[in-house]
C-alpha cells in the first residue's frame, strides 16, 4: 500500500503552468489550484484584514473551498476567507508558505501561532521591487518633481539645481532581506548607507556603518533619507516617535516599506505640513486602506502606494520558486527556508 | 624683466574660495572675476542664445565688461553678452574653457571656430547628475508615478503592479562622458544596456553589447528606454525621426539628455499623445526656451527640465577642478583636456 498523498491547496493566484512545475516536485503531492474560488487579486496576509469579508468576490464557491481547506496539509497563501479560523477549518495543515515577508501582524491578529503549523514568510522575494521603489521615491524629491510638476503646469521654462543623490546619507531601520537589497541598491548609486538592526554582526554589503540604538537619536540629523524596512515588533512599534521625527535633518525624505506603525503618523503629517521634512514616500500606514479622511492624502510632498510597492509581474513566479525550494525540503525532512518565529515576530 | 601675465576672466558665477584657487595655479596668472557684471544664473554655451541681450541683467556694466574682454587670454565661459562677437571683442583670447558639453551647436551658431582659439569643454563634468536623473526618469514611469498622483488626488486606495527596472532593456545612443555615465548607473541597477555611437571599439563598463548602425532601425523595437546622450552633429540631426519613433515599443520610454535637435519633436509628441510611447523625459528641446504653446507642457506622460538637469551645487566645483587642471597643462605647453574638434562638432 503507497504513502497517502500530501494535499497542497493553492490560495494565491498563479500561472498555470506553475501549478504543473508545483506538481512535478514529487509524485506523492496532489496539487488543487482552483482560481474560480480565489478573490480576484492582491496578495493575501499582506495586512491584517479587518473584516472576515475583505477581498471576497465569490460567495457561492465559499464551502467548495471550506471542503478544500479541511483535506489541505500544505497551503501557499493564507485562508483568504476566514483568516481568522483557519487552524479550526483546516485541522490537517502542517505549514503555510505566505506571499508576504512581514506577517508578524497577520498571524497575531488572527492567532495563527500553533506547534503543529510551520509558517514560511516570503522574504527575499520583494528585495528587488522594493529597493527600486525606495530609489524612486529618493529621485522624486532629489531631483525635485513635484516642482517639476507645478512648472510644468504654468508652462514655466525654470532652469534649477537638483540634488546629487551619490554622496548623500541614508539611514536604512532593519536589514532583513529587504533592507539589504536597499542598502546594496543605494550604495550602487553612491550613497553613503548607515544601517540599524536589533541583532549586531559585520554589516551586509553595501553598509558602512552599522549604528548602535544608543547613538540614533544622536545621529538623526545627520540623514538626508531615512528608509524603514523593519519588522512591526514591540521594539519597531512607533519607533519614529514624534521626537525623533522632530530631530531629522530639515528637507529629509522619510520612506516606509516596512509597517505602518513603525511611524507615528500624526507626528508625521504635522512634520511634513509644517516643511520641516522634505518628503514622505509610504506604502504602508498605520490604517489599511488609508482612510479617505487622512490627511496625507491632501499633501504635495507624499508619495502614496497602496501596500503594493513590492509587486511586479515577475513576483507571483518568484513566490513559486520559493515555494518549490520548500517543497523538496518539507518532502524530505529538511528546515524550511524562511522560517517564521513567532518569538522574534518575524 | 619678467613676462607679462597671462589674462584670466571668469564668465561664470563661482565661488569666492575658488577664485584663490585658479589662481594659486601660477604666479603668471592675473584672474579677473567680477560677478557683478555676469549674469544671475544659469550656464552660458548651454544653448545657442537667439538674441543678442539674452541672460543681459545690467547693461550699466557692459563698457566695463568689453574692456575685460579686450584683454582676455583666456577665459572660463563665453561672453554672456555677444557670443557671436566674441572674436572681434577678445582678439588677445586663445583659450575658453566651457561650462557645457555639449557646445557643437553654440560654437557653430556664433561662429567661434579659429585656429588661434582653442575650446575645451566641461565633458565628464555632468555625468554623475545627468545619469541621476536618466535613471529618476526611467523610474518615474516604471513605477508609474503620473498614476499615483492621479489616484492620490482621487483618495483612491489601488494596489498596483508596477514595472522592475532590473532586467530590462535600455539603448544609450552617444557614449560620451554622459552616455557612459548613464550606461554604468543603468548597469548598477541590473538594466540590460545595449549602446550606440559612431566610432567602434570595444564596449565601456556596464554596456554589454554595441550595436551597429546597420541594426538600428531593426533593432529599436526591443527597448524599453531609449536615452539620446549624443552631440547635435549633421549625422545625429533628428535621429529618432518619425520613422523610427513609429518603431519603439509600445509604452517605451524615449529620454533626451543630449539635444532638442536628436529628436523630431513634432513625431515625438504625436506618439506620445496617441499612446504609443509610454512617456518620454526630456530637459533639451528643439527651440530653448520651451515655448509656452508647445503641446509637450500638456501631456501627462512628459517631464520637462530646462536645459538644466546636469546642474548640481557641486557642479560649478567641478567645472573649476577641470578649469584648474587645463590651466597648468596650457602654462607649461600641454595638450589640454577635453579639447573640441571642429569637424566632429565635439
Not at 121 to 132: C, D, L, R, Y
Request: hydrophobic share 45%.
Amino acid at each position: 500500500m503507497s504513502a497517502p498523498p500530501v494535499k497542497v491547496l493553492l490560495a494565491i493566484r498563479v500561472d498555470p503552468h506553475q501549478v504543473a512545475r508545483i506538481a512535478a516536485v514529487s509524485p506523492r503531492l496532489l496539487v488543487t489550484y482552483r482560481p474560480e474560488l480565489l478573490p480576484a487579486g492582491g496578495l493575501t496576509g499582506a495586512a491584517p484584514a479587518r473584516d472576515p469579508a475583505d477581498g471576497v468576490t465569490s460567495m457561492g464557491g465559499a464551502s467548495a473551498w471550506r471542503d478544500l481547506l479541511a483535506d489541505a496539509e500544505i497551503m501557499l497563501g493564507f485562508d483568504w476567507e476566514e483568516p481568522g479560523n483557519l487552524l479550526r477549518r483546516a485541522p490537517r495543515l502542517r505549514w503555510v508558505q505566505a506571499d508576504s515577508a512581514g506577517i508578524g501582524e497577520f498571524v497575531a491578529a488572527h492567532g495563527l501561532v500553533d506547534d503543529r503549523l510551520q509558517l514560511t514568510t516570503a522574504s527575499g522575494v520583494h528585495g528587488q521591487p522594493i529597493s527600486e521603489y525606495v530609489l524612486a521615491g529618493m529621485l522624486h524629491f532629489a531631483k525635485r518633481f513635484p516642482d517639476l510638476a507645478e512648472w510644468k503646469a504654468a508652462r514655466e521654462w525654470r532652469p534649477y539645481t537638483p540634488v546629487e543623490l551619490a554622496g548623500s546619507e541614508v539611514l536604512i531601520i532593519g536589514l532583513g532581506a529587504i533592507g539589504r537589497a536597499v542598502a546594496r541598491l543605494c550604495a550602487a548609486v553612491g550613497m553613503r548607507v548607515t544601517g540599524l538592526r536589533r541583532t549586531g554582526g559585520p554589516p551586509p554589503p553595501g553598509v558602512s556603518h552599522i549604528l548602535g540604538h544608543a547613538e540614533l537619536d544622536e545621529r538623526l540629523p545627520d540623514f538626508s533619507f531615512v528608509v524603514l524596512a523593519a519588522p512591526l515588533t514591540p521594539w519597531t512599534h512607533h519607533l519614529l516617535d514624534r521626537p525623533r521625527i522632530e530631530r531629522l535633518r530639515r528637507g529629509a525624505v522619510v520612506i516606509n516599506v516596512g509597517r505602518g506603525a513603525l511611524i507615528d503618523e500624526e507626528a508625521l503629517v504635522a512634520a511634513l505640513a509644517g516643511g520641516g521634512l522634505g518628503g514622505a514616500v509610504l506604502d504602508v500606514f498605520e490604517i489599511e486602506p488609508l482612510p479617505a479622511a487622512s490627511p496625507l492624502w491632501s499633501l504635495s510632498n507624499v508619495v502614496i502606494t497602496a501596500h503594493s510597492c513590492g509587486a511586479v509581474t515577475e513576483e507571483p513566479d518568484r513566490i513559486v520558486d520559493l515555494f518549490i525550494d520548500n517543497l523538496g525540503r518539507y518532502l524530505s525532512g529538511q528546515a524550511l527556508r524562511n522560517l517564521y518565529q513567532a518569538d522574534r515576530g518575524y
